[in-house]
């Protein structure tokens, strides 16, 4: 009977430890059976910004308020540009909340890609100072448009901007550009010494040429007027001076390239009287010349006495004869070398 009651007992064991392994079962199933998805299927991200791998998605400050309750927009530091998702895994990003909404639901890593709203410009310049009213940074693809002034005397040689970018220099307002920005860029801009000319054109003379200085510096051309002619008339180009003088043509700072015309005036003629004046009762006439001989200012004026009964004259000039001399017993001629004002001669 005691047996009978044993056996019994280890059949209900049995089934109770089977009935329990199966409802672990069951419970395991059911389990599995209500895992998510989306534990399944895990889309894994990768955030980039500006090409460069970030620890964690680039996020712009929200939006706050004023002391007065009123919202204060916050300018977006960061734009999405762009994702790529493996497994043919496509998707939208939602700017408004700022994430990204997969189409479907499957194992697939997506590489999110942002970029910066602006960009910061910084200038290196020699020999020019930036305006301090030029912006520092420049809104994502638009040009950015610096004023400089150049030192006094230097132009625009060259710009090197870094990723290769390059920019534009106007003249004419002073003012750098650099086109669709879409990085930081660090500039720098050299400005070098204006290289001037001279051309210098002589009238009624000699010496035409082109001298080179640099800006501020002097230049000195020697020119020299034809015979007969004297007075430098000078007009040069660009609001540039010069004087001549001995010869010599010069510009005491040459400040642009210029062009020089140097025209000598003809000499005016300055005529001169030798007066020759013979005494009453005297034995002597001119034998050549007149009472009144005109001779062109530094040229030579002559006239000769004839003695009419041989004896030798006695002259008496403002101004000495140059060379006297006897052509004969009853002729003598008197020299006036570059006669330069009138004179007055007495014979007796």
Same mark, same amino acid.
């Given at each position: 009977?005691?047996?009978?009651?044993?056996? @019994?007992?280890?059949?209900?064991?049995? *089934? *109770?430890?089977?009935?329990?392994?199966?409802?672990?079962?069951?419970?395991?199933? $059911?389990?599995?059976?209500?895992?998510?998805?989306?534990?399944?299927?895990?889309?894994?991200?990768?955030?980039?910004?500006?090409?460069? *791998?970030?620890?964690?998605?680039?996020?712009?400050?929200?939006?706050?308020?004023?002391?007065?309750?009123?919202?204060?927009?916050?300018?977006?530091?960061?734009?999405?540009?762009?994702?790529?998702?493996? !497994?043919?895994?496509?998707?939208?990003?939602?700017?408004?909340?700022?994430?990204?909404?997969?189409?479907?639901?499957?194992?697939?890593?997506?590489?999110?890609?942002?970029?910066?709203? !602006?960009?910061?410009?910084?200038?290196?310049?020699?020999?020019?100072?930036?305006?301090?009213?030029?912006?520092?940074?420049?809104?994502?693809?638009?040009?950015?448009?610096? @004023?400089?002034?150049?030192?006094?005397?230097?132009?625009?040689? +060259?710009?090197?901007?870094?990723?290769?970018?390059?920019?534009?220099?106007?003249?004419?307002?002073?003012?750098?550009?650099?086109?669709?920005?879409?990085?930081?860029?660090?500039? $720098?801009?050299?400005?070098?010494?204006?290289?001037?000319?001279?051309?210098?054109?002589?009238?009624?003379?000699?010496?035409?040429?082109?001298?080179?200085?640099?800006?501020?510096?002097?230049?000195?051309?020697?020119?020299?007027?034809?015979?007969?002619?004297?007075?430098?008339?000078?007009?040069?180009?660009?609001?540039?001076?010069?004087?001549?003088?001995?010869?010599?043509?010069?510009?005491?700072?040459?400040?642009?390239?210029?062009?020089?015309?140097?025209?000598?005036?003809?000499?005016?003629?300055?005529?001169?009287?030798?007066?020759?004046?013979? +005494?009453?009762?005297?034995?002597?006439? @001119?034998?050549?010349?007149?009472?009144?001989?005109?001779?062109?200012?530094?040229?030579?004026?002559?006239?000769?006495?004839?003695?009419?009964?041989?004896?030798?004259?006695?002259?008496?000039?403002? @101004?000495?004869?140059?060379?006297?001399?006897?052509?004969?017993? !009853?002729?003598?001629?008197?020299?006036?070398? !570059?006669?330069?004002?009138?004179?007055?001669?007495?014979?007796?």
């Amino acid at each position: 009977m005691k047996s009978k009651g044993l056996k @019994i007992l280890l059949i209900f064991l049995v *089934l *109770l430890t089977g009935s329990m392994g199966m409802v672990g079962y069951m419970q395991s199933k $059911k389990q599995q059976t209500n895992k998510p998805i989306e534990d399944i299927n895990k889309i894994t991200y990768e955030y980039y910004l500006e090409d460069e *791998l970030q620890e964690k998605m680039p996020i712009n400050m929200p939006n706050a308020t004023d002391e007065n309750g009123n919202n204060i927009i916050s300018e977006p530091t960061y734009q999405f540009s762009r994702f790529t998702c493996t !497994n043919d895994l496509t998707g939208d990003f939602d700017v408004d909340n700022w994430k990204f909404i997969p189409k479907e639901n499957k194992t697939s890593t997506c590489k999110l890609y942002f970029v910066k709203s !602006n960009y910061t410009i910084t200038l290196t310049i020699t020999n020019g100072i930036e305006d301090e009213n030029n912006q520092k940074t420049i809104q994502r693809e638009k040009d950015g448009k610096f @004023i400089i002034k150049p030192n006094e005397g230097y132009i625009f040689k +060259a710009a090197m901007c870094s990723d290769n970018k390059e920019g534009s220099w106007d003249e004419s307002t002073n003012t750098f550009t650099l086109n669709a920005i879409m990085k930081d860029i660090t500039c $720098k801009i050299d400005f070098e010494i204006k290289n001037l000319e001279a051309d210098i054109t002589v009238v009624n003379g000699k010496g035409n040429t082109t001298e080179k200085a640099n800006y501020g510096e002097s230049i000195t051309a020697v020119i020299e007027p034809n015979f007969g002619y004297e007075k430098a008339k000078i007009d040069c180009t660009n609001n540039q001076t010069g004087i001549f003088s001995s010869n010599k043509f010069t510009i005491s700072k040459l400040t642009d390239n210029t062009k020089c015309t140097i025209t000598f005036e003809k000499t005016p003629v300055v005529k001169h009287t030798i007066n020759v004046i013979i +005494a009453d009762n005297t034995k002597y006439s @001119i034998l050549s010349g007149s009472e009144s001989i005109s001779v062109d200012n530094g040229n030579t004026g002559t006239f000769s006495i004839k003695s009419l009964d041989g004896s030798e004259p006695t002259i008496s000039c403002t @101004i000495n004869p140059s060379r006297d001399n006897i052509i004969d017993s !009853n002729t003598y001629k008197y020299t006036f070398l !570059n006669v330069k004002s009138d004179i007055t001669c007495n014979i007796k």
